[in-house]
């Protein structure tokens, strides 16, 4: 009987334990779902709304004129329906739309490109970050995905040294680089890193001597906070 007894005490406590996490797993799904913004407030004129309302709508009834076997054309249409949505702050819809976009062309950066930003919209920047990371696996050349992924880990508090290490790789793979390289120049000038802004555009002229026409008014400026001049006397 104790034996008996002792069994049923532990199971009580691990039934107890089983509970309990599945109370706090539960809350925190919950708690999430209450945290994500599915309207947002735009400033949005009435006739501006009009005309995205009315394009959503003509967009739906096209959706309905093209061929089903024509995944890319159809999947084009809820990508613009769904930038629209996001356009009148339904993100919540937005969300819905590109998901379906997605469903045709699951392997479209776009599409991925498109979703991660709702969802950083929505607040919930954690998933977001995963779906930009799957655009970037299958197109790392283009710059705008690396740009959105910094802007997601900025709203996720993320350290600075792997904003700068996201921006690094972004210099091998994004075609052309120089775009990737001037990027970062401007992103270390915005956290106060000038001398490192400096760096890049030095290194953005050693990339393309013909641009020095652009690149160097920007190290003259940044080099002149470096070392202000001193104050004239008369």
Known sequence: MKKLSKVKIVGFVLLIVLIAIGVFVGAKILLKQRSLVLVKQVLISTEDKKIYEDRIQKRLEGIKTIALGDNLERGNYYLSIANDQMSLGLLGEAEKSIKEAIKLSPGNPAFLQAYATILDQMNNSEDALGVIDKALTIRPQVLDYWN???????????????????????????DPTINAITAYARYLESIGDTQGAIDQWNAAITKNVDGKSMYQPEITRLTSILTPQSPRTN
Do not use: N, R
Request: charged residues 30%; neutral net charge; without cysteine.
């Open 148 to 174: 959105l992924k910094v802007t997601i880990m900025q709203h996720l508090d993320m350290d600075i040294k792997e904003i700068k290490s996201v921006y690094q790789e972004a210099i091998q793979k994004v």
